[in-house]
């Protein structure tokens, strides 16, 4: 692993560069997160809060809907 100077071992530096720059076309995958990814991130945090309140379990499929897939 190689660290460099700046905050998350040195990351923030790429992290800058992925987000404003674009992504680096040598990376075999995806660093930058989309629409699906962001709306799976507000249902899991639903599901936690809804999971606190009613002392249940709650899953993705639950709060998103009887198909339990996101439509971007």
């Keep these: 692993m190689v660290h460099r100077q ?3 071992g040195g990351g923030d530096p790429l992290l ?3 987000l404003f720059i674009g992504e680096h076309a040598a990376r075999p995958f995806p660093i930058l997160s989309g629409a ?8 899991t945090g639903e599901a936690v ?3 606190a309140q009613e002392r249940r379990s709650i899953t993705i499929e639950e709060v998103l809907g009887k198909g339990g ?3 971007v």
């Excluded at 699906?36 to 249902?43: H, K, L, N, R």
Aim: no cysteine.
């Design 6 to 8: 700046g905050g998350h």
């Design 16 to 18: 800058l560069e992925d």
């Design 69 to 71: 897939g996101v439509h």
């Design 36 to 43: 699906e990814d962001g709306a799976y991130s507000v249902a």
């Design 49 to 51: 809060w809804r999971s």
